[in-house]
């Protein structure tokens, strides 16, 4: 009988221990789900998320053409600045440009936020996180 109880208590515990689920994010970051609720990235190292800019960094600049596509929606990259500093409650010298793409009526910015990558797109003057939904403000 105490044979059992141990192979039993034994096989619950190693029940317990894979009750983690792996999931994949709609960005494609892997995390690994608990059974208590919570959540933490299958790579602990996070190094795909963090920034780390060289004091001397230099944002690249805006082209007389990015000027001219931004101007008729009445934004601009301080705008877009603007807008992520109040979304992510920093100061405005937090938030660094590292790469940027633009079109006419849309635009993708990779940026630095408070030591964090982020990236976020511009449809029309609007300006939303890259995986946010414009209509609904859903994840």
Sequence with gaps: MKY??????LSFQSSIIYSQII?????????????NKTW????????????????????PKSTKEMYRML?????SIDDLKQYVSVD???????????SFSEQPGNGIYNLCVKGM???YRRTGSVFTKYNENLITGEK
């Design 4 to 9: 059992f109880l141990v192979l039993f208590l």
């Design 71 to 75: 101007k008729p929606n009445g934004s």
């Design 23 to 35: 999931a994949t994010t709609t960005d494609g970051k892997k995390v690994i789900l608990e059974a």
């Design 117 to 119: 990558k982020m990236k």
């Design 88 to 98: 992510n409650e920093c100061k405005l010298d937090d938030v660094k440009i590292i």
């Design 40 to 59: 933490k990235y299958a790579d602990s190292s996070k190094t795909d998320i963090i920034c780390q800019l060289p004091s001397d960094y230099v944002e």
